[in-house]
């Protein structure tokens, strides 16, 4: 039958909202101290947003996300790969997966969707499009599942600084979006070329943290 | 597409346009006005048929008597918002998670709390209760199930994903076992004792959102994001047989004859429904409903199913034939 509760979406907007998730237990005096000497010598964890739902497994191992004919602003994103301590992971498998430029995401084949190897100095780099707005989410997004040996799996989510929703000032109206767990995720675009020929892009790195 | 996907899908599209907007195969039960100034969100129907609960935006739970709609309490969890309501199959008790973690258990008979237990301080996505009551699982927002027994209150085990959370859990008929879908995309079977994995499907490649045995234990229905019933065996997690759908399945729920109910949202936009269809035994979809939003429900103890739906603002149950 129809699960009698509340859609985890919802839930998960109204908690957001009234800050009643948290992200992390409460850290003792002794840890706080080694987590400020981390964060001294090395990075913060990427924020953990949302996985899905529409997560699909065995993604195609390619960059090239945009098909020939595909219309919608061509994307180019890219980043490193980084453990807590600075180093690249180049072990680090990213999974990747979006809407087409309208909104839909394809659920019985494997547009827009990848699975990338970081290079020997971590980078990872994908072509794309700019996704689409769709009824169920304010903003366009990417979403990203960052796996590696050692390291806690990171199910994350790319925003972008261009979206309309922002009004050019994501810092005050990133959370027009419930589901935007960090102003950290909405990342500057870049407009390259001219009129006629204008691709976007975008640098997104990402940090594991350790098991 | 398979020739066998491909007769299914011409089935369900001609069975859609043909049922289009109707409910055949759904008989009205009640309709149950709104208190003054509430709206319903949610609600679980007894086993006995006999009464709903209505999770509403006042963050009351109100109990109405069946078919009659009278009102016969209203239920507070302590100021925080009911997330999930369920009955357990064989025993006077309704279980209510909340946004703060806690989890409520109610006698059905007068509405006195039995329990109160603190599972973690997460806000609750998902609930499921044992048949006898004795147990419960739930799933923290964000993070995968875990099983709990009630009496004393502990918990038996965390499950495991390989990451993310679980979407849906449920027990078997006769309370061994525990099945959780998660967003890893695997689907695994727990022994409900001890929270010890026994099988795990971990080939599909979509997400499950809803999962149930059926009444003999002996397989699993689930559906999910890709658009099918599949049914796989309960110990060796193989697939025994697949119905292939038009919209990623919500929920689903066996029938009796080997039957199975399922609902469905729009690839557009997952608060729009898709249809409602009884899958028959030998796989002929027929939709008994298009274009209603089930909010809820329940099993009854003869096996028949009883949905719940808005509509002008009022609660309206469904027993479907």
């Excluded at chain 2, 199959?89 to 006195?112: H, Q």
């Excluded at chain 2, 959370?165 to 099945?179: E, M």
């Excluded at chain 2, 409602?276 to 089930?294: K, M, Q, R, Y």
Aim: glycine share 10%; net charge neutral; charged share 20%.
């Amino acid at each position: 039958m129809p699960t009698a509760r509340l859609s985890r979406r919802d839930l998960l907007e109204k908690c957001l909202g009234l800050g009643v998730v948290t992200s992390a237990a409460a850290l003792l005096p002794d840890e706080l101290a080694w987590a400020w000497a981390e964060a001294e010598a090395g990075r913060h964890a990427t924020p953990e947003a949302a996985l899905g739902p529409f997560y699909k497994k065995r993604a195609p191992a390619t960059s090239m996300l945009r098909g020939a004919a595909d219309i919608g602003l061509p994307l180019s994103v890219s980043g490193r790969v980084f453990d807590i301590r600075g180093n690249p992971l180049t072990d680090a498998v990213v999974e990747v997966w979006q809407t087409d430029h309208l909104g839909h995401y394809d659920l019985d084949g494997y547009r827009y969707r990848a699975r990338l190897a970081p290079a020997a100095d971590g980078t990872y780099s994908f072509e794309s499009v700019m996704p689409g707005h769709y009824p169920d989410r304010v903003c366009q997004h990417i979403h990203y599942l960052v796996t590696a040996l050692g390291h806690r799996p990171l199910p994350t989510q790319l925003y972008f600084a261009s979206d309309p929703v922002f009004e050019g000032n994501p810092d005050k109206n990133f959370t027009r979006d419930g589901l935007i767990t960090s102003r950290e995720l909405v990342r500057p675009v870049v407009l390259l070329g001219d009129p006629k020929d204008m691709r976007a892009a975008v640098t997104f790195d990402l940090v594991l943290d350790t098991l | 597409m398979s020739g066998r996907v491909s007769i299914v899908v011409a089935l369900l599209t001609a069975a859609m346009a043909a049922s289009a907007g109707a409910a055949d195969g759904l008989q009205q039960v009640a309709t149950i006005a709104r208190p003054e100034g509430v709206q319903f969100r949610f609600s679980a129907v007894a086993p006995d048929g006999k009464q709903v609960t209505v999770a509403c935006s006042d963050d009351k739970l109100r109990v109405f008597a069946l078919p009659t709609g009278a009102l016969l309490r209203a239920i507070e969890t302590g100021g925080s918002p009911p997330t999930s309501l369920a009955y357990a199959a064989k025993a006077p008790r309704l279980v209510v998670s909340t946004r703060d973690g806690a989890v409520f258990v109610f006698a059905t008979g007068d509405g006195a709390q039995v329990e109160r237990v603190d599972a973690g301080g997460q806000p609750l996505y998902g609930l499921a209760v044992s048949p006898d009551g004795s147990l419960f699982a739930s799933i923290p927002l964000g993070r995968p199930a875990e099983l709990w027994e009630l009496r004393p209150a502990r918990r038996r085990a965390v499950l495991r994903t390989d990451f993310g959370s679980s979407n849906a859990i449920a027990f078997s008929a006769d309370g061994t076992r525990l099945v959780s879908a998660d967003e890893d995309t695997a689907v695994r079977v727990y022994d409900a004792r001890d929270g010890r994995l026994l099988t795990a499907a971990s080939d599909l490649l979509l997400e499950t959102f809803a999962v149930r045995f059926t009444a003999d234990g002996k397989h699993l229905l689930l559906g999910g994001a890709d658009k099918r019933v599949t049914v796989i065996d309960a110990a060796t997690a193989k697939v025994a047989r697949q119905m292939q759908g038009t919209h990623p399945l919500e929920w689903l729920e066996p029938l009796p004859g080997g039957r199975v109910l399922t609902g469905s949202f729009s690839e557009e936009s997952m608060r729009k429904p898709g249809p409602t269809i009884v899958w028959g035994g030998d796989g002929a979809p027929l939709v008994v409903g298009s274009e209603t939003s089930f909010n809820g429900g329940g099993r009854l103890r003869d096996g028949r199913v009883m949905l719940t739906s808005l509509k002008d603002a009022a609660l309206v149950v469904w027993a479907v034939q």
